[in-house]
């Protein structure tokens, strides 16, 4: 699965599905455990490697979703600052007179860079 050709709902979707399949296969390992441990019974242990195993791979793809969504959600923040910040500008300049204008573009550029 390639998160990046993923929309951002699809990845919150299958952020919370692979939650509720962290938490089924943890459960069932902790089953498996407190089985032992009450009978000293325990499980079939490539049954128990494939579950560790697949808690791995889940655990992974889980991070992945998250890394993925965080960026997105910090592009789209900037995106919207930056237009806010154009906007703010625009208003600015019909708001204000030229000169007045000119002098704090000036020195926000001389602060920005």
Same mark, same amino acid.
């Given at each position: 699965?390639?998160?990046?050709?993923? &929309?951002?709902?699809?990845?919150?979707? #299958? /952020?919370?599905?692979?939650?509720?399949?962290?938490?089924? /296969?943890?459960?069932?390992?902790?089953?498996?455990? $407190?089985?032992? $441990?009450?009978?000293?019974?325990? &499980?079939?242990?490539?049954?128990?490697?494939?579950?560790? *195993?697949?808690?791995?791979?889940?655990? +992974?793809?889980?991070? &992945? *979703? *998250?890394?993925?969504?965080?960026?997105?959600?910090?592009?789209? #923040? #900037?995106?919207?600052?930056?237009?806010?910040? +154009?906007?703010? /500008?625009?208003?600015?300049?019909?708001?204000?007179?030229?000169?007045?204008?000119?002098?704090?573009?000036?020195? $926000? *550029?001389?602060?920005?860079?």
């Amino acid at each position: 699965m390639n998160v990046k050709d993923m &929309s951002t709902e699809d990845i919150e979707g #299958r /952020i919370g599905a692979v939650t509720a399949e962290l938490a089924e /296969i943890k459960a069932q390992i902790a089953g498996a455990k $407190a089985h032992a $441990a009450e009978t000293g019974e325990y &499980s079939d242990a490539d049954w128990f490697n494939r579950a560790n *195993l697949a808690l791995r791979f889940k655990g +992974r793809e889980h991070q &992945s *979703l *998250l890394l993925e969504c965080g960026r997105r959600k910090k592009e789209e #923040r #900037r995106a919207y600052n930056a237009s806010v910040e +154009r906007e703010f /500008i625009n208003a600015a300049r019909t708001k204000l007179d030229a000169t007045t204008f000119r002098i704090l573009m000036d020195e $926000a *550029l001389a602060h920005a860079g």
